[in-house]
């Protein structure tokens, strides 16, 4: 792998990989390893166009743990703003000798269209483009679900919401259909979902009642208020009545269910806080294993197994 730009065209093989690579850079106690010289004079630059909190930080500690020098570039502050094009940002980005690109961009496609302009050297991760795809989100996702389930085998997993503007979700159901889960369910209003949503394998539920029944896990995405055109529901109070989930909720599914959300999460909107918060909640979980998975992407990317 050169670039990590998608979740679609990967093998089981190197999915697994990805996650046993993140697997190596935890320490006994589950925690990430403190700091390893394996991309010492390597340099990687944050390229983000778009608001982030968990992704840009993450992918700066990893790399910091990787022993590399972390450009963080404020697109706010930078020359974007007096009109500088993309490619003409990347390219002086180039000059200064980097090694691999970490960008996030509102359009999608925008990480793939860099990776084919760029030198041959040089690496670029997808960090969210538009509504396409966010595959370090889904690996980390995946690696917290191996971690907490032992594996895909047998698993039923529900993703619940605003499945229509959700990169996460449709990097998620690539990666879960590739390493095998039982059964992937849709819960969504019909308002928010995308057309054809079927052709990827899945199992479409407009009720939380049935949609939540038995299932393993269940993923909960951000209602995304702003790439909503239009009035595409009613309220979100009427929203969370119908789509949000409550403890009774989750009462509905397997005894040993486990919560995820890739955050931000819009309390009282998607989710209670008393889930967000319970003890099925692995939320905060999610955020602390992105570390040893982004390790473990930009490492392999540099060509190095641990
Ligand atoms: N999950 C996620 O991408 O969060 P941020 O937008 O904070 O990076």
Known sequence: MQHFLTTESLSKDQLTNILDTAESFTNVDGGTVKKIPLLRGKTIVNLFFEASTRTRTTFELAAK????????INISSSATVKGESLLDTLRNLEAMHVDMFIIRHQDSGAAEFLSRHISPHISVINAGDGRHAHPTQAMLDMYTIRKMKGSFDNLKVAIVGD?????VARSQIHAL?????KEIRIIAPRTLLPARIES???????????GLKDVDVIVMLRLQKERMQGALLPSEHEYFNLFGLTQERVALADNDVIVMHPGPINRGVEISSEVADGPQSVILQQVSYSIAVRMAIMSMLAGHQP
């Open 177 to 181: 259909k590739t390493l095998g889960a």
């Open 163 to 167: 499945l229509l503007h959700s990169r």
């Open 65 to 72: 743990r990787l022993s590399a020098d972390v450009l963080n």
């Open 200 to 210: 990827l394998g899945v199992k479409v539920f407009h009720k939380m009642e049935a």
